[in-house]
C-alpha cells in the first residue's frame, strides 16, 4: 500500500510504531521494520548518549530497514543531555526522528541539516498546523484514545482526523486507538496517510517487556484506563491498578493543593518495575483504550501482516460492495 507516508518514510506499509518507555527497544523497532512499517527506538529510555548510539547500533544489526528514534520532550526532575541524544542520531545516521511534547523547533535545523525526517507528535490541530509551519515534514495526530500524555482538549479521532486533513498541507498519521485493519482503513478515511501504534505493539511476541504486562493487555477492557494528572495539566492515560487507584484517591483528597511531589511513589521509576519485573500493579504506566480491542499476542510480523491483509478485504470487498449503483 501506497502513501505518502510510505513514499516519505522509504516504508512498505504505512503503519509506524510509537515511542514507548521501557518497550521500544532495538527488538521491537526491528522486528517492527522488518515486517514493513517503521519501528521506533525510544530515546529517552536510554538517558544517555553512548547508550542510545549502542541501541542504535544494536538494531542496525538486527534490520537494514529503516527506523527511528523517538525523543519526548516533557517535563523533568533532571533534564536528559538533549544535545548529545540528537548529535548520535545525527551521526548514527538515523533517518527519522519522532518528536513529542514540547516544540521541537530547536533540534529541526541539526536535523534537516542530516536529511533526518521529523514526524511530530501532536493532540490538537493547532499544534499540527504550528509543527508545520516550523517545517516537520509530517504531524503524528493523537486523539483523546491514546495511552500515554493526550493533551487537554480531550477531542477523540472521529473528529480530530478530519479536522486535521481540513488544515494540514504535510502528511499525517492518526495514533490513538489504533489496532487493526479496522483502524488503518477508517484513518485513511478520514484523510490520515497511515497509522503510529503504540500500546497494540506491547503485546506482541517481540516486545521486550514481562509477560505479565502482555497478559494485562489481553485481559483488559475498554473501560479499564483512568486519567490522572489533569489537575496538573499534564494528563496522562494508564491502565487502571491497585498504584493508579492510590495516585486517583491522593488527587482526589488533595484537590486543588495537589503537587507532584505528592504522586512521586506511584508515578517515579514506575516503568522498571512494571516492564522488566512484571509488576503491573506498581503504579502509572501508560495504556490506550485500544486495549478493549486486544485479544492476542502475536508476532510483530503476524500483527502487521493481519492489519494490511483486513484492510485490503475490507477495502476491496466491503466497501466496494458498498458503492452506490
Same mark, same amino acid.
Not at 158 to 175: G, K, N, Q, T, V
Not at 192 to 218: D, Y
Given at each position: 500500500?501506497?502513501?505518502?507516508?510510505?513514499?516519505?518514510? *522509504?516504508?512498505?506499509?504505512? #503503519? %509506524?510504531?510509537? /515511542?514507548?518507555?521501557? @518497550?521500544?527497544? =532495538?527488538?521491537?523497532?526491528?522486528?517492527?521494520?522488518?515486517?514493513g512499517?517503521?519501528?521506533?527506538?525510544?530515546?529517552?529510555?536510554?538517558?544517555?548518549?553512548?547508550?542510545?548510539?549502542?541501541?542504535?547500533?544494536?538494531?542496525?544489526?538486527?534490520?537494514?530497514?529503516?527506523?527511528g528514534?523517538?525523543?519526548?520532550?516533557?517535563?523533568a526532575?533532571?533534564?536528559?543531555?538533549?544535545? *548529545?541524544?540528537?548529535?548520535? #542520531? %545525527?551521526?548514527? /545516521?538515523?533517518?527519522? @526522528?519522532?518528536? =513529542?511534547?514540547?516544540?521541537?523547533?530547536?533540534?529541526?535545523?541539526?536535523?534537516?541539516?542530516?536529511?533526518?525526517?521529523?514526524?511530530?507528535?501532536c493532540?490538537?490541530?493547532?499544534?499540527?498546523?504550528?509543527?508545520?509551519?516550523?517545517?516537520c515534514?509530517?504531524?503524528?495526530?493523537?486523539?483523546?484514545?491514546?495511552?500515554?500524555?493526550?493533551?487537554?482538549?480531550?477531542?477523540?479521532?472521529?473528529?480530530?482526523l478530519?479536522?486535521?486533513?481540513?488544515?494540514?498541507?504535510?502528511?499525517?498519521?492518526?495514533s490513538?486507538?489504533?489496532?487493526?485493519?479496522?483502524?488503518?482503513?477508517?484513518?485513511?478515511?478520514?484523510?490520515?496517510?497511515?497509522?503510529?501504534?503504540?500500546?497494540?505493539?506491547?503485546?506482541?511476541?517481540?516486545?521486550?517487556?514481562?509477560?505479565?504486562?502482555?497478559?494485562?493487555?489481553?485481559?483488559?477492557?475498554?473501560?479499564d484506563?483512568?486519567?490522572?494528572?489533569?489537575g496538573?495539566?499534564?494528563?496522562?492515560?494508564?491502565?487502571?491498578?491497585?498504584?493508579?487507584?492510590?495516585?486517583?484517591?491522593?488527587?482526589?483528597?488533595?484537590?486543588?493543593?495537589?503537587?507532584?511531589?505528592?504522586?512521586?511513589?506511584?508515578?517515579?521509576?514506575i516503568?522498571?518495575?512494571?516492564?522488566?519485573?512484571?509488576?503491573?500493579?506498581?503504579?502509572a504506566?501508560?495504556?490506550?483504550?485500544?486495549?478493549?480491542?486486544?485479544?492476542?499476542?502475536?508476532?510483530?510480523?503476524?500483527?502487521?501482516d493481519?492489519?494490511?491483509s483486513?484492510?485490503?478485504?475490507?477495502?476491496?470487498?466491503?466497501?466496494?460492495?458498498?458503492?452506490?449503483?
Amino acid at each position: 500500500m501506497k502513501t505518502r507516508i510510505t513514499e516519505l518514510l *522509504g516504508i512498505e506499509h504505512p #503503519i %509506524v510504531q510509537g /515511542g514507548m518507555h521501557f @518497550v521500544g527497544l =532495538a527488538e521491537l523497532a526491528a522486528a517492527v521494520s522488518n515486517a514493513g512499517g517503521l519501528g521506533i527506538i525510544t530515546g529517552l529510555t536510554q538517558g544517555t548518549p553512548e547508550k542510545l548510539e549502542a541501541e542504535i547500533a544494536r538494531c542496525r544489526e538486527m534490520t537494514d530497514k529503516p527506523f527511528g528514534v523517538n525523543m519526548t520532550f516533557l517535563p523533568a526532575l533532571t533534564p536528559p543531555d538533549y544535545p *548529545g541524544l540528537f548529535k548520535v #542520531i %545525527v551521526e548514527s /545516521g538515523v533517518g527519522v @526522528v519522532e518528536t =513529542a511534547g514540547n516544540n521541537p523547533s530547536e533540534w529541526l535545523p541539526m536535523l534537516k541539516e542530516a536529511g533526518v525526517k521529523v514526524v511530530h507528535k501532536c493532540t490538537s490541530v493547532r499544534h499540527a498546523l504550528k509543527a508545520q509551519a516550523i517545517g516537520c515534514d509530517a504531524v503524528s495526530v493523537d486523539g483523546f484514545e491514546c495511552g500515554g500524555h493526550p493533551g487537554e482538549d480531550d477531542v477523540p479521532n472521529f473528529i480530530l482526523l478530519p479536522r486535521a486533513a481540513e488544515e494540514l498541507e504535510i502528511p499525517f498519521i492518526s495514533s490513538g486507538g489504533m489496532a487493526d485493519g479496522r483502524s488503518l482503513v477508517a484513518s485513511l478515511a478520514m484523510g490520515a496517510e497511515g497509522m503510529n501504534m503504540g500500546t497494540r505493539f506491547i503485546a506482541t511476541q517481540e516486545a521486550p517487556v514481562h509477560p505479565n504486562v502482555k497478559q494485562a493487555l489481553v485481559e483488559a477492557s475498554e473501560l479499564d484506563t483512568r486519567l490522572i494528572m489533569r489537575g496538573l495539566r499534564n494528563t496522562e492515560r494508564v491502565l487502571t491498578n491497585e498504584g493508579v487507584e492510590r495516585l486517583i484517591a491522593k488527587e482526589q483528597e488533595l484537590g486543588a493543593d495537589l503537587k507532584f511531589e505528592d504522586i512521586l511513589p506511584e508515578v517515579a521509576g514506575i516503568y522498571p518495575r512494571v516492564m522488566k519485573e512484571g509488576d503491573v500493579d506498581a503504579g502509572a504506566w501508560s495504556c490506550g483504550m485500544v486495549a478493549g480491542l486486544i485479544h492476542d499476542i502475536p508476532t510483530v510480523k503476524e500483527l502487521v501482516d493481519r492489519i494490511m491483509s483486513e484492510a485490503d478485504a475490507l477495502i476491496q470487498q466491503r466497501l466496494a460492495g458498498m458503492s452506490a449503483a
